[in-house]
């Protein structure tokens, strides 16, 4: 499978400010998405991010709020807007595999906005 | 659209004794089934899908999940419960035509030695 890895891990920012987390991917992958896990709440996804085409959102995300770059088969970026404390989340990106036809998730980016 | 319950937040059981973790599903066509285990401060690991095939599905760590269409159901199983299988639970479904996936609330398993 996938080895995944997120940066940073965790970071604590401030109102106003935006935060950019990078997924890397050790393997060639077309689909790749974006989650957020609230705290004590369940994954809910942001984004499906394709190489070559725009990120593809869902209902209440825009890309104004989460800019998406997806430049390579092996990366992509989610960029968190001018956070409010609402934004603090657990963010995750996974990838699927199409001959498993599982997702594998990365470790993680624990965001606290204050 | 498609959704999925877990109907319970948490479920408590003694180290030993078998355990179940609930999970309904509504879909369109036939769905593609997991199971994912989230440890504190860590990230979710694949536990075990259902594609096609046989109903009951083996995984990870001695778990194992039993589809029933008639149900819409996915429950996960394991026969003996190890305190280190104390965790959070994710249920999950995509129908064949979305690749995203759709998670249910979670339930926490409780492990008591």
């Known amino acids: 499978s996938a080895v995944i890895s997120q940066k940073p891990s965790r970071d604590i920012c401030q109102r106003g400010t935006s935060l950019t987390i990078q997924c890397q991917v050790d393997?060639?992958?077309?689909?790749m998405f974006w989650y957020r896990q609230q705290p004590g709440q369940s994954l809910t996804l942001i984004a499906t991010?394709?190489?070559?085409?725009?990120?593809?959102?869902e209902s209440g995300f825009v890309i104004d709020k989460f800019p998406i770059s997806r430049p390579n088969l092996t990366f992509s970026t989610l960029t968190v807007s001018n956070m409010s404390p609402e934004d603090s989340s657990i963010y995750l990106c996974s990838v699927e595999e199409s001959q498993y036809n599982e997702q594998f998730f990365g470790p993680g980016t624990r965001l606290t906005v204050l | 659209a498609q959704s999925v319950a877990q109907p319970e937040d948490q479920v408590n059981v003694a180290e030993g004794n078998p355990l179940t973790v609930k999970c309904t599903y509504s879909v369109s066509g036939n769905p593609y089934l997991f199971w994912y285990v989230q440890y504190p401060n860590r990230g979710l690991q694949f536990l075990l899908k259902y594609i096609t095939g046989d109903n009951l599905v083996k995984g990870s760590y001695g778990f194992e999940a039993e589809f029933n269409k008639s149900q819409t159901s996915f429950h996960l199983k394991k026969p003996s419960a190890l305190v280190s299988d104390s965790a959070l639970y994710f249920c999950?479904?995509?129908?064949?035509?979305?690749?995203?996936?759709?998670f249910g609330s979670g339930t926490r398993l409780q492990v008591q030695p």
């Open positions: 991010a394709n190489q070559g085409s725009e990120a593809t959102y």
């Open positions: 999950a479904v995509r129908d064949r035509g979305r690749r995203a996936l759709t």
């Open positions: 393997s060639q992958v077309t689909m």
